[in-house]
């Protein structure tokens, strides 16, 4: 061995020192040649340097910059229910649009539409007075009891169709629940019409039990009314949605409107301090520009809401501090529609509210096929909850199988434009 040849270790460990030599000198170069990069790891606190829209927005708009410190963030997870019975899924048989869920005298209550029809639903031209125009067209409100939430015991009905010319005397559906003073109400859509007749018209009716259980009296009389003629609820007052806040009923509801080419759907609020009213609409609704059924619970001193489905804040969690004026919250995706959560605080007024980790919500087409048109109510869990944290429902990748991307395919017309429309080359 001459005095140039190295012993192994030492060429190791001298090409190690080379390498960190010109590591360091390069950072050093990058670091001198340009302000200090955005740290590799990701500050928990808003850093205090020039930062794009975005970063900014990540620090004031989320409560945490990511997702998995989000409180109001969450996947959803399903499972089905045992106990409930859809006649071989043929369409007669629809349990849908679940009511939040209580607990009293030791078990689990859930309220929602139960349709039963000689057919599944025909449309608005076929329909009759026996066969279903919609889905919860003909329709009454039914209970169901549960010691766990997975498996449910049907308890009959609650709200029936009153008799013509009543409020509801086609179909009530839709309902939620609220208890106020030791008694209890069940808010629901009062249909005087088959849906579809000219559009899903409907007001808000309730109607009250000293127990769960029933018996239910109805009120008799319209207690969230339709708007007037040209505003935006003049036809549709849906999803009533109660909680309890600032010594108040607030009713949050949905309503179809615009409609041209497509209808708009967005959530208004009515508070009242009585549970049969009166209930004044707040000025400054709509206060949601997007989602669906509505979906909400008490969070902090504030009210978070699940908006899915419609809008272009769909697939968002949303807050807001004065109960009024919403700010997007949280992004997900795979949401419960429908949903009727369990919220324990629900109606006691909290002002720190603890948030939601299961319910119930519903799967309409339940086996994909419209002739036989029904849904199904399933649970969700989830932890949108301060008591709970689970570190698999903070994930924010649902993953999707292949057949779910394929079975999206593209319609007749769609492959047609695509291949008569020449490429760029081509023009
Ligand atoms: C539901 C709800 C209301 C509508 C119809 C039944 O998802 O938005 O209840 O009227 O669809």
Redesign the pocket.
């Known amino acids: 061995m001459n005095q140039f040849t190295l012993r192994p270790l030492a060429t190791s460990r001298l090409v190690l020192g080379l390498a960190l030599m010109a590591f360091s000198s390069a950072s050093l170069a990058m670091a001198e040649s340009s302000p200090e990069g955005f740290p590799f790891v990701l500050p928990k606190e808003k850093p205090d340097r020039p930062m794009s829209a975005a970063m900014e927005r990540i620090y004031t708009d989320f409560e945490a910059p990511r997702p998995e410190d989000n409180e109001l963030f969450s996947q959803f997870k399903y499972t089905a229910l045992e106990g409930l019975d859809y006649n071989g899924g043929d369409g007669t048989i629809t349990r849908?649009?679940p009511s939040k869920v209580i607990y009293a005298n030791g078990r689990y209550y859930v309220w929602y539409?139960y349709r039963n029809t000689p057919t599944s639903p025909k449309g608005a031209d076929a329909s009759t007075d026996v066969i279903p125009s919609r889905d919860?067209d003909l329709a009454e409100i039914w209970y169901a009891t549960s010691e766990d939430g997975f498996t449910w015991e049907e308890q009959g009905v609650a709200v029936p169709r009153p008799p013509k010319p009543e409020v509801g005397w086609r179909s009530v559906?839709?309902t939620d629940i609220l208890e106020w003073e030791g008694k209890y109400y069940l808010y629901y859509?009062g249909f005087m019409e088959a849906?579809g007749k000219r559009g899903?018209d409907?007001p808000v009716a309730v109607s009250y039990a000293d127990s769960p259980d029933g018996p239910w009296t109805p009120h008799g009389e319209i207690v969230i009314p339709n708007g007037a003629p040209g505003e935006w609820d003049q036809y549709?007052i849906?999803?009533p949605y109660p909680l309890v806040h600032d010594g108040k009923i607030y009713i949050y509801y949905?309503s179809d409107f615009d409609g041209d080419p497509i209808l708009v759907r967005m959530q208004g609020l009515a508070i009242g301090e009585h549970p049969l009213g009166p209930f004044e609409k707040h000025p400054l609704n709509p206060v949601i520009t997007s989602g669906?059924?509505t979906t909400l619970f008490p969070y902090k001193t504030g009210v978070a809401a699940l908006v899915y489905k419609d809008g272009n804040e769909h697939n968002t969690i949303q807050y807001a501090e004065d109960w009024v004026n919403f700010d997007v919250v949280g992004i997900t995706e795979l949401m419960p529609v429908?949903a009727g959560p369990h919220v324990p605080d629900a109606f006691t007024n909290t002002t720190d509210g603890r948030g939601i980790t299961w319910g119930l919500s519903h799967v309409t087409n339940a086996n994909g096929n419209w002739k036989d048109n029904h849904s199904i109510l399933i649970r969700f869990d989830c932890d949108l909850s301060r008591d709970v944290h689970d570190p698999v429902m903070k994930r924010h990748q649902v993953r999707y199988e292949v057949t779910d991307y394929l079975r999206r395919g593209l319609t007749p017309e769609q492959k047609e434009r695509i291949l008569n429309t020449p490429s760029p080359a081509a023009r």
């Open positions: 849908r649009d539409t919860w559906t839709t859509q849906s899903d409907c549709s849906h999803d949905k669906h059924e429908a």
